[in-house]
Structures are given as C-alpha cells and as structure tokens.
C-alpha cells in the first residue's frame, strides 16, 4: 500500500477558536467539519492557513455510510468539491449510520449522531460495497474513522479488528484511528484497545484523532469539550509503538480552553509521538484536483485486487440491505421516538444513548437558535421544553427543520404560558418559517395522516 501524505500534528479547526488556532506554533495542519464550510466562501482564517501552507482536510459527518442505503452522490458530490475547493489530500468519514433506510418501513429518521454498524457479514457486504461507490466518486483517496459507542449489536460476528482489516482488504480504503473512541469502547463495551492495534492493518493508517470526554456512573462520554485524559495519550504510545503515523489530530468542539491550553495539548501529543519519525516518510502525493478516481486505481493504489462478490445468501445484496436498513430503523426508532428496544440489546444503555441523543439535539438547538432560551425563560426552562417535545418527535429533516418543528410544537399547543413570550416566539418563528403555525386542528390532522399512511 502505498505510503500517505505526511501530515503531521494538527487541530481541528472551528469557527470558536479560529484566532487561536492561527497563532498555534509548529501547526502542521488541521482538520475542518465538511458540512460547515461552503468551497466558494472559505471562512478567512482558512483562506490564511492555506496561504501559510498549512493543509486543510475535510471531515464528513453526514454521508452515513454504513447505512443500508447506497451514498447519496448529492453529498458525495459536496465532499469531493470540498476537497478540490482546500486541495486536500484526502478526504474522511465515519463508519457509521446516521438515519433510517428507504428500504426500511415506517418514516425517515435522523439520528444528529453517529451510530455504530453491526459487526456483521451483512453489514460489512453493505459498507464495503458503499465504500466502492464513494471511491469512485471521490476525487482524493477516503479514509474511515472507528467510531465511540455506548451500545452493541446482539448476535454480532466480527471482532472490530477484523472488521477493519476486511473492510481495507476489500475495499482498499485508508483507516482514521480515533484513540479516544477506543478508550470509549473499552470502558463502554468492554473492548481491549491493544487488541484492536494489534488486530487491525496499520499500513492502511491515514491518521490518528485525539481527544477527550468524561466518565459519568460507569459510561464514557466521548466530549470532545475535556482535556485529553492521560488513559488516551497511552493508546497513542501504544499505536506509536507499532507504527509512525502520518498524522495526529487534536479535536475540540466545545468548552474551548484557553490558547495555552491547546498549545499544551498539541505538546502532549508531540511528546508521546517523540519526536522525529523513526522512518522518513515518502513525500506528500499530489492529484489534478478534479480527477476522479475509479474503483480499479484505488485498489491498485493500496496493492488489492478487486474486491470479492457480495455473497448471494437470502437473495443478493438488496436483499441484505433491506435486512441491514430493518435493523437499524429498529435500533434508531428506539432512541429517538420511543418504540420498544429491539431484542437482544441493553435496554438500559440503549435508553442511556436515548438520553444522550435528546440532549445533543437540546444542545445543537439552541446554538443554532440561541433566541430561543431567552424566549423560553432561560436555559433550564428550554431544555425541560425541549427535552418534553424530543421525547416522542424524532428529528427527520436536519437540526434547522428541528428549531422550527419545536417552536411550532410549542405555539398549536398555546406555549409559553406568558402572552408576551408567546408572541415573541410566533414572530421568531415567521421571521424564518414564512407562514402563521397551523392551528391546532390542523396538526392533529396531519398527525393521523401521517399515523394512516
């Protein structure tokens, strides 16, 4: 396989700490949400680190594709214009599924979060067969991030290591190993994160996420608002010791410290990494920006042969997604609309990830609407509202749609109690919804519309 571009140690960049970020010594590189930058209007302190030479590589959140579906080229599409509009040498994604299937019954759900693919054979024909297809639409090589997990699939048939050596044998695709979500999984699922190291193909190695969480009755949180905790930089010594790797990322996406104490940070990470490589790495490969790249120069870029056929047990591969999509609509509908926990699951961890889920969404909300606490009475009376209405009312269209959805949840049923609050929120919701809220009838309607079809 083919050596990747040397990156070295950097951060991931966010609007909050922009300035910091800029004036970081010895940044290398840094890492950007793709979803939250648009190519032809680059935020100016990315405009500057691209000028200063410092990478920029985009991070997808959204694609899902370990999803039953096959990727969406819509979103494909924006994350290879992404990575042209940044000249990245990569792109990156999670394993993971985000929403429901169209193969499944019952509505579109969005989780607002990354969930975890069974470790099946099913699962794992339904990814890899995604990965293809995101290969070959892709302009720059894709990399795949292990993700955090506070539940596990029953019946499952893979340890995580050899579900990541089949998937890069069979796809070619590079690995981002996350550390802190192996730390994550080892106090959540009981996961041995050396094993995993030693399990899994680090010749496939992109690069490597630090960050930090918080441990709370027993489940590990994986924040990314805390300091890296000591039990995280040891996997990073423990990965280091196996292999060089092109490069480590700090992640922060809230609660930010203080300039000093992420310069800190990028040094605890640099002092574990131990300074020059013990291996010079080949010089960073350079693409024509708008080439896209087939299957078959994947493959032969990592040194793999096509991958083999889907097996064909129970029908082919539609039918394996559509068994794959059934599953994961269960498991979703059970933490974000409060349909029963599918057999075999922890109920109690899964109402745990349930929690968690409805208070990420309170969270995103209000940082997207930050008018509406205010509105509410101040944030203790917007998370008990919010949390009221997210219990039954999962997020279908993105977490705009969902500050609109829950305003408009509130107004049909005459909420706030104050008249003056009330009429702040009418006018906060018209301003961006561009209508008057249905009347009450008008809802319950739709709702046993809705419930008929």
Request: hydrophobic letters at 45%; charged letters at 25%.
């Amino acid at each position: 396989m083919k050596p990747m571009a040397h990156l070295g140690v950097g951060i991931g960049w966010r609007p909050e700490i922009a300035g910091a970020v800029e004036r970081l010594p010895g940044l290398d590189w840094v890492e950007v949400v793709a979803e939250n930058i648009c190519p032809g209007h680059l935020p100016e302190s990315l405009e500057r680190l691209l000028e200063r030479g410092v990478r920029v590589v985009p991070h997808g959140v959204s694609l899902g594709i370990g999803g039953a579906d096959r990727p969406d080229p819509a979103k494909l599409a924006a994350l290879g214009e992404r990575a042209v509009a940044l000249g990245a040498p990569l792109v990156t994604e999670h394993i993971a599924f985000v929403r429901t299937s169209s193969v499944a019954p019952g509505p579109m759900l969005e989780a607002g979060h990354l969930l975890p693919v069974a470790r099946t054979r099913d699962a794992l024909d339904v990814l890899c067969e995604n990965v293809r297809i995101a290969q070959d639409a892709l302009p720059v090589p894709l990399a795949l991030e292990n993700i955090a997990a506070l539940v596990s699939w029953p019946g499952e048939e893979l340890t995580e290591g050899q579900f990541l050596t089949e998937l890069v044998e069979r796809t070619g695709v590079r690995l981002l190993i996350d550390v802190a979500n192996l730390h994550t999984n080892r106090v959540n699922r009981g996961e041995d994160p050396v094993a995993v190291l030693d399990g899994i193909p680090l010749e496939a190695l992109a690069y490597v996420h630090v960050a930090g969480g918080v441990e709370r009755g027993g489940v590990w949180h994986d924040t990314h608002a805390h300091p890296v905790p000591g039990v995280v930089l040891d996997i990073l010594a423990e990965l280091r010791s196996r292999v060089d790797p092109p490069g480590v990322l700090l992640e922060r996406d809230d609660d930010f410290p203080p300039e000093a104490e992420l310069a800190g940070e990028l040094a605890a990470i640099r002092g574990v990494l131990g300074g020059p490589a013990g291996a010079v790495p080949d010089p960073p490969f350079h693409r024509s920006p708008g080439a896209a790249r087939t299957r078959a120069s994947h493959a032969d870029e990592a040194g793999v042969g096509t991958a083999p056929a889907s097996r064909g047990v129970g029908g082919g591969l539609d039918a394996v997604r559509t068994r794959v999509g059934i599953g994961q609509a269960a498991l979703l509908s059970a933490l974000v609309a409060g349909t029963p926990v599918p057999e075999g699951f922890d109920r109690q961890r899964v109402r745990v990830q349930a929690r968690a889920l409805a208070a990420k969404r309170a969270g995103v909300v209000s940082g997207l609407a930050p008018e509406l606490p205010g509105i509410l009475g101040g944030e203790d009376a917007y998370r008990e509202a919010f949390l009221g209405y997210a219990r039954h009312r999962p997020m279908t269209g993105g977490y705009r749609r969902d500050a609109l959805d829950f305003a408009e949840h509130l107004l049909v049923r005459d909420l706030p109690a104050d008249p003056a609050a009330r009429r702040r929120l009418t006018l906060w919701w018209r301003d961006r919804a561009g209508a008057r809220p249905p009347r009450r009838a008008v809802r319950w309607a739709r709702a046993l519309v809705g419930r008929a079809a």
